[in-house]
């Protein structure tokens, strides 16, 4: 964890460093989503580090295609820069992750929104905290140990800003709502993980690097991630490493059915 902890911050740094700039560098990769000139420094920073800190360890990260075709039971999952579009269009809302899958389910995660100095990650012993304050790459701060929520009543709900549509608002429907914020990238998880919200239904297409941090942040936390459409174990390390659509919430949180 100290390891991957610094790497996003790094990472967060090279981020940064383009999205002051007056030229992201902004492509289209072949499925029309966007890359930068930041998607690619991050990834080398964490790609080279992790490589260098653990040769043995399989890695997947999103720049890199031919690591999609990695099959192993324990691996280290990477998204450089989760929110590329939150990125382009100067919102904030994006994010540094970096998971440890072991056996299917992810154990621990980082997952750092630099333009808003938030830090979520687990700690050794897997336990979810968020850390405050100034944020030194060799020293840890002030750590806030994050429990989700017990929901009694009305639900606060968070939702995609860039992927909302139509089925997930009508799905969101069938709950008493109290509150429904939008969020970019893996923010979401980490928002149910710290008792800010209770419910993060995703109806839409999604791939492991996207989801594993924030959802080992989320379970650390007490939260739980499951399929959307039979509500069963949510896994990783599937062929492609594509995700079903999926639910993450508080244990509380009575689901609905799909």
Excluded at 25 to 35: F, R
Excluded at 99 to 108: C, D, I, Q, T
Excluded at 116 to 140: I, P
Excluded at 186 to 210: H, I, N, Q
Aim: hydrophobic share 45%; proline share 5%; net charge negative.
């Amino acid at each position: 964890m100290t390891v991957i902890r610094r790497l996003a911050l790094e990472a967060g740094d090279a981020i940064m460093d383009v999205y002051e700039s007056a030229d992201m560098g902004v492509e289209a990769k072949a499925d029309d989503s966007p890359v930068t000139r930041a998607d690619l420094a991050a990834d080398r920073v964490i790609s080279d580090g992790l490589r260098a800190a653990f040769p043995d360890i399989a890695l997947v990260t999103e720049e890199q295609a031919a690591t999609h075709a990695e099959t192993a039971d324990r691996f280290l999952i990477v998204d450089p820069l989760d929110g590329t579009k939150e990125f382009v269009q100067r919102r904030g809302d994006f994010t540094v992750n970096i998971a440890l899958v072991e056996n299917g389910v992810p154990v621990r995660g980082v997952v750092f929104a630099p333009a808003k100095g938030r830090l979520f990650y687990t700690d050794a012993d897997g336990r979810s905290v968020e850390e405050t304050g100034a944020l030194h790459k060799d020293v840890a701060g002030d750590l806030a140990p994050l429990s989700v929520s017990s929901p009694d009543g009305a639900l606060r709900v968070v939702a995609s800003k860039s992927h909302r549509d139509q089925a997930t608002d009508d799905y969101i429907a069938r709950y008493d709502v109290a509150d429904l914020v939008s969020a970019g990238s893996s923010l979401k998880f980490c928002l149910v993980a710290a008792g800010e919200a209770d419910l993060y239904p995703r109806l839409g297409r999604t791939m492991e690097w996207d989801t594993a941090a924030g959802d080992a942040v989320l379970r650390g936390a007490g939260g739980r991630m499951v399929r959307f459409e039979d509500h069963a174990a949510f896994t990783y390390g599937k062929p492609g490493y594509e995700n079903p659509f999926f639910i993450a919430a508080a244990p509380g949180v009575e689901l609905k059915p799909a």
